[in-house]
């Protein structure tokens, strides 16, 4: 028998070591401006899972992969009969994506079970460390896609038929790099979800917080909208006979910049993305789609919203005499995280000294949807800039180092729990 | 010795000709929409040229072909001595073009000469009929190509030079169709200049004029914007933390549009091609590159607006926080014609009874670079909806009709001149 597990407060993780592997996975896809390209179920993406599994199995983890390519690695705990407590993120990346983006969490989640292997730990509940399939959502359209069918948010089915620009479906991407599991992704029991990432936002920065406690994940609301006016000739078109959509969608994007900002610091709105036809320097614009979002914590700011904006873009389409479509593409309630889970990593950071503060995630994560059946809280890390889905992003290894601190006592906390 | 030339108010053209003309020139690059795609310098557009040799030839004429391609054919006058009258547009079309713009102004000329002929006239002087080379820049990027060239606009050796998306220089294409005349393209001793043309804009329909006695071209002034803020994930940067460009352009739009209306209805301001970057739905855009054109009959309006719209667009990029690059890339004054041509052009329209209004062109003709060297009008008819550019681009028989009338009439009337 193992000896008796010190208290969490007595570990230590190997920071080096935890830097080492986020730069040994960081090769991987590596871009010539520092960043990372490792897109879900390609090549590359497999290199990164193969030698995910390789530093696994080494630490004696046993590694099973489910039907949507989820990565599920164990380390026993002393009752086998309790229902494991998971921790992990992604390892897929954006298309121009930054090194520390999913990789963290998962690369952290690596480095909790090389610290509880060093020490000898054995934790009263096993402990699974996940890789969620397709997080990023770049190659196929849809993110969350490995965590949203283990939710049951999304079928397998219709996440497989999906197709990236090439034509290749996520079911033959699957197949094609040999990560398609024996077993269904679905909930099975387990006792709690603790998922590390970099805020992918300034805040933490800006107040010099080294740690995140996410107390939940904001309310969304996603539209597509066209906007159909006239195209007609720039130079011979006078201006009582345009039907301007470019000016119309203009007036729009305004709408939203306007909506968020009285909502204060934590309204969120943006138009991303924005396509103009027929897009010719003498040609008035006939027709612009484009994106519109909307986040807030408060379920009920995103019901205000999601009432005010179509009707006030609608008499913004009136009065510049275009049409307006709008299609509601998406809406999330705001995900309160498990208070007893968020007051595990609450606690570990006070422990630990870092100045921390509570944050409400303004990013999706696989923790979002997981959340629905597990209890489930979430750690953030500052990163450079605030800036993320971007070659440039960057943390300090200190931060990585605090972070995984942080994640192992709150699980080991957690996994101990009489 | 042919009979004394009749009055030129006695002259009737053939409307049913000239139709059946129009359509046989627009069977060739017919697209199943019923518009033309006759790209300069194809084998569409030489099956064009071809058709119009042998039309002109069969009527007569003497037609000669210079070094860029521009087509003329001659009619001889009575006296010898005298520089001809010159009449025409241009054949080629936008890739996804009507059967009229261009095509209407040379084929009412091959119409005015085949009248003529049926009546037996010699004019005093001699007439031209002009197709000139690609007018609509489709192809190389370059409008204007063959006007440009004979006016000394552009050098033939540039023009030659610019390429289309496949490689193809204009030089190569010119040589590949045969359309490489042994003359310099350049101005030759010339009485006058008569175009008829599509309006191309809604002014003539909505007010229910058959003809518009164009007095001149706009004046005009273009950008390049750009506008460069910083790309940060939509859903974790705050309000405060946000340089979105393409809210700040959204702005520079509004503005675009409240300038050109401050102007009344002869203003133009149009934001035609915009590009978002990296145009993705939950990435706050850090880049925005837009067109920018004003236009005006007026000269000092257009120095108004370029004094103006740099100075207010950089307060907005100061206020939203993001850098605009502004780069002027065309600024051209008004053309006004020539009072005398365009008084011939007006007295026909009243003498055969037409409704008509005075009109500046909104669009660059090849008129425009014509006028620069000689005595230069334009004769403009109504088009359905004002389109153009645009394969449903429509008109009415009798508006040919009435154009091509008026065309006989202004440019007998100055080949008769004493």
């Not at 630490?59 to 990565?71: K, Q």
């Not at 070659?391 to 200190?398: L, N, T």
């Amino acid at each position: 028998m193992p000896e008796p597990s010190p208290a969490a407060s007595n570990l230590r993780i190997d920071g080096k070591r935890l830097w080492d592997a986020l730069m040994a996975m960081a090769e991987l896809g590596a871009t010539p401006k520092g960043g990372v390209r490792r897109l879900t179920l390609t090549a590359v993406d497999k290199a990164g899972r193969d030698r995910f599994r390789g530093w696994c199995e080494a630490a004696g983890l046993t590694v099973r992969v489910d039907a949507i390519g989820n990565m599920f690695a164990r380390r026993d705990g002393r009752d086998p009969a309790r229902p494991p407590v998971l921790m992990g993120s992604h390892l897929d990346s954006q298309p121009s994506g930054g090194k520390f983006d999913g990789a963290l969490g998962v690369i952290a989640g690596l480095e909790v079970m090389r610290s509880l292997n060093d020490l000898g730990i054995i934790t009263e509940a096993p402990i699974e460390l996940v890789n969620w399939t397709d997080e990023e959502g770049s190659r196929f359209g849809n993110s969350l896609m490995g965590s949203g069918v283990w939710s049951g948010v999304y079928t397998q089915e219709a996440m497989e038929a999906l197709t990236d620009p090439d034509g290749i479906t996520a079911g033959a991407a699957l197949d094609a790099i040999g990560y398609r599991g024996p077993e269904p992704a679905r909930p099975f029991p387990a006792d709690a979800y603790f998922e590390l990432h970099i805020e992918q936002g300034p805040i933490l920065e800006r107040e010099a917080k080294t740690i995140g406690i996410v107390t939940g994940a904001q309310a969304q609301v996603w539209y597509d909208a066209v906007v159909t006016g006239q195209d007609s000739h720039a130079g011979t078109t006078p201006p009582s006979a345009r039907r301007d959509a470019l000016v119309a969608a203009a007036r729009m994007i305004d709408l939203v910049d306007r909506m968020m900002r009285a909502r204060g610091e934590d309204g969120r709105g943006t138009v991303g993305q924005l396509f103009v036809s027929p897009n010719s320097r003498n040609v008035i614009p006939g027709e612009v789609r484009f994106s519109v979002e909307f986040r807030h914590p408060d379920d009920a700011e995103i019901d205000r919203l999601a009432a005010q904006f179509p009707r006030e873009a609608g008499f913004i389409a009136r009065d510049s005499g275009v049409r307006l479509s709008l299609s509601q593409r998406l809406r999330n309630p705001a995900q309160p995280f498990d208070p007893e889970c968020v007051d595990l990593v609450r606690k570990a950071a006070s422990r630990l000294g870092y100045p921390a503060r509570e944050i409400v995630s303004g990013a999706g994560h696989d923790a979002v949807y997981v959340a629905r059946h597990v209890p489930t809280a979430m750690i953030f890390t500052p990163c450079k800039d605030g800036l993320s889905h971007n070659e440039a992003e960057s943390i300090e290894p200190h931060e990585a180092e605090a972070g995984c601190q942080v994640l192992l006592e709150a699980v080991v906390a957690r996994a101990n729990q009489g």
